[in-house]
């Protein structure tokens, strides 16, 4: 993912007309409560940014609610202008909050989480495209709440070794990279210094040089024209270099400005239910697919938990 924010499957309700033309299974309702004005409030206070917000996650309101949410690190603005994602995008973004660190694991602390994400833009400026950054943030976050399970979803960093070790060494409990697309689509969709088998080498690199420690996740969007056989074939791939967690979710424009593709096809829960399906036959140990799925949400299942918990034994 060239932007982990990316984490980025995305929503904007810009227009009426926007909200008019999805489905019946894709109706949102925002809430908010005692919870959710805290997290927003943290986030303000400590100059945090949540990709809740920047990439208009459609399950803010449901996930702030129980008290989780997924922040992004390394600013707001990404290098790359995948054709998919809200976030903005910027040649040379301002540089790195040297507070950020400290800053988000007070504000994770203040929020009692048991378990976290952490997501960041790419930052293809900087010559570890930010790793070391990234890699303070997830040991601050460990110093300040022992016993804090951290799931980061991490830009490709070009798959440099270095970077990757980096992110390795701070010793997150996930770390998640996502395909986004199909093989085929992936040059239409993606910005161009990303594409499909680089990100299946990030994966396997984290897995390699954790010595299969840490457990490997990603996540992609339908919508885009893609066939049955081509995500078939995007499990395949991913379950060979070992990667445990498949999220799939539908594509949703961002905006109705050339930059975001259009949506090709709204996919119906019982193709989720089969692509769910699929993805256990093919190996992975915990799906989650569906129209509002996306890379963090529900991240901390019970069953995921259980994971981290067995594998650091």
């Known amino acids: 993912m060239d932007c982990a924010t990316k984490s980025s499957f995305t929503l904007s309700f810009n227009t009426r007309s926007q909200i008019q033309k999805l489905p019946s299974w894709l109706k949102i309702k925002y809430v908010d409560n005692e919870l959710t004005n805290?997290?927003?409030?943290?986030?303000k206070n400590y100059n945090l940014h949540s990709?809740?917000?920047?990439?208009?996650c459609p399950n803010r309101s449901e996930c702030w609610s129980q008290g989780t949410a997924t922040f992004m690190v390394m600013g707001e603005q990404c290098t790359r202008?995948?054709?998919?994602?809200a976030v903005s995008t910027m040649s040379k973004p301002p540089p790195l909050d040297p507070n950020e660190p400290q800053n988000l694991a007070s504000a994770v602390a203040a929020l009692n989480l048991r378990y976290v994400v952490i997501t960041s833009v790419a930052r293809d400026d900087l010559e570890d495209e930010g790793a070391g950054h990234f890699a303070e943030c997830i040991k601050a976050l460990k110093e300040k709440q022992a016993g804090l399970l951290i799931e980061v979803l991490v830009p490709d960093f070009k798959a440099k070794k270095f970077a990757i070790k980096k992110i390795i060494?701070?010793?997150?409990?996930?770390?998640?990279?996502?395909?986004e697309t199909v093989e085929r689509l992936t040059r239409s969709i993606r910005d161009i210094r990303a594409n499909y088998n680089q990100s299946l080498e990030v994966l396997r690199l984290y897995r390699e040089m954790s010595n299969e420690k840490i457990i490997t996740k990603s996540g992609?969007?339908?919508?885009f024209g893609e066939s049955e056989g081509e995500i078939r074939k995007t499990m395949f791939d991913l379950r060979a270099i070992g990667v445990e967690i498949f999220t799939i979710g539908q594509y949703l424009q961002p905006t109705k400005t050339p930059r975001h593709l259009p949506v090709k096809e709204f996919v119906h829960p019982d193709v989720f239910k089969k692509y769910e399906q699929m993805g256990y036959e093919v190996g992975f140990k915990y799906m989650a697919c569906g129209a509002l799925v996306r890379s963090s949400y529900k991240a901390a299942e019970p069953f995921i938990e259980k994971m981290i918990v067995s594998r650091n034994r």
């Open 38 to 43: 805290k997290i927003e409030s943290l986030s």
């Open 51 to 56: 990709v809740c917000q920047s990439a208009h």
């Open 81 to 85: 202008g995948c054709r998919f994602c």
């Open 169 to 179: 060494e701070a010793q997150p409990d996930v770390v998640s990279h996502n395909v």
């Open 220 to 223: 992609m969007m339908v919508g």
